[in-house]
């Protein structure tokens, strides 16, 4: 289980959806898109832009060219192909059992190699706790054990918690949500950091089975996405 943690507005659900683009509209790995945020047909004009590269505000406002449009049928051609399954929890969220029970019928129903979250926070514990860390800590167990028994990558996006947003230095482990218990579960965490509007820190600052760093990579707000970074001139 890959936790990736951003402060709010730094790109979480971004990120979510450029792997999405690559993982499974590039390379073909069924994959289930638990999204507790926004609409799936919110997400898909964001994967509509990066693929079709045409910026955000244009495809909300209809602005399309011919070879705009020529684009989006060919987007809508590759979504309709594309193994990309959906579970909608953004009325009212869900508990983590139902939603861990959701998971795995998919799972076995379609082969599902990857499962991203949007986001942690958002998961409802069950029971009484007499704390929200408590409550965070049994989501976090819950979804580790859900992707152990089903044997596939899950990457879950998590808000950092209110203390990381009042320093100006990145964010580290011990913001994740005021809980211990989710960097104890992670295998791996990542998390954001965008110093400027259109650059981006990517920290390790947890991995299990490798190197902890950094990564430099780019954030293009306009289609809201990331790529690989390219010095000046690249």
């Known amino acids: ?13 971004a990120f979510g959806i450029t792997v999405v683009d690559y993982a499974c509209y ?27 590269n045409i910026s955000l505000t244009d495809l909300r406002k209809g602005n399309l060219d011919e070879i705009a449009q020529i ?21 009212g969220g869900m508990d983590v ?9 998919y799972c076995k129903q379609y082969g599902i190699k990857l499962v991203i979250v949007d986001y942690l926070q958002k998961i409802h514990g069950t029971g009484n706790h007499e704390k929200r860390t408590y409550e965070l800590g049994q989501v976090s167990t819950e979804l580790k054990q859900c992707a152990s028994k089903t044997g596939a ?4 996006l998590a808000q950092l918690n209110r203390d990381s947003a009042k320093s100006e230095s990145r964010p580290r482990s011990i913001h994740l949500g005021d809980s211990k218990q989710i960097e104890q579960d992670a295998d791996t965490i990542v998390l954001i950091h965008r110093p400027e509007q259109e650059q981006a820190m990517l ?32």
């Not at 289980?1 to 659900?13: D, E, L, N, Y």
């Not at 990558?153 to 879950?156: D, E, I, K, M, T």
């Open 97 to 105: 059992r139902k939603l861990c029970t959701t998971i795995r019928r």
């Open 1 to 13: 289980m890959t936790i990736v943690g951003a402060r709010p507005s730094q790109g979480k659900t």
């Open 26 to 52: 590039r390379k073909g790995f069924p994959t289930l898109f638990v999204t507790l945020e926004m609409r799936v047909a919110v997400l898909m004009r964001r994967l509509a832009s990066g693929l079709a």
């Open 153 to 156: 990558a899950f990457l879950v």
């Open 71 to 91: 684009e989006i049928r060919e987007f809508s051609n590759r979504a309709r192909k594309a193994p990309l399954y959906w579970i909608d929890a953004t009325s």
């Open 203 to 234: 920290f390790v600052d947890k991995q299990r089975d490798g190197e902890v760093g950094c990564v430099a990579v780019d954030f293009d707000g306009s289609r809201g996405r990331f790529t690989m970074h390219r010095e000046p001139g690249q």
